[in-house]
């Protein structure tokens, strides 16, 4: 099991950035699929970014693409959501999830392992 801690959320203006960390604490971090979430009021949990468990494969969906770029490092147990030209729709609460496989997924109800998940706010 994968334990993960999210960080980085706040308050943003529209058209600005953050950066959202996850730290994972677990074994074999370099063979979990890591995955952002993001659930905005009244919304499904939705998936923003999915990189696979070395680094080389990346999914977005059409809404964030060219905005968000996801990345880990797992020398130090760790993946990232880089966020930039933030709208007002991003508002949510983003959750870092984990699944073991090498295999990219977008649902929600294929990831085992979650976050308490960090809040972002994008209001002027």
């Known amino acids: 099991q994968m334990y993960l801690v999210e960080s980085g959320g706040g308050l943003v203006q529209p058209g600005g950035s953050l950066r959202l960390s996850c730290a994972a604490s677990?074994?074999?971090?370099?063979?979990?699929?890591v995955a952002w979430f993001r659930q905005g009021p009244g919304t499904d949990r939705e998936s923003v970014a999915v990189i696979n468990s070395i680094g080389e494969n990346t999914w977005y969906p059409p809404s964030v693409k060219g905005r968000f770029t996801i990345s880990r490092d797992n020398a130090n147990n760790a993946a990232y959501l880089q966020m930039d030209r933030l709208r007002f729709d991003d508002t949510g609460v983003y959750y870092c999830a984990a699944r073991r496989s090498k295999t990219i997924a977008v649902g929600p109800d294929l990831y085992t392992d979650w976050g308490q998940g960090t809040r972002v706010t994008v209001s002027s």
């Open positions: 677990g074994r074999d971090f370099d063979k979990y699929v």
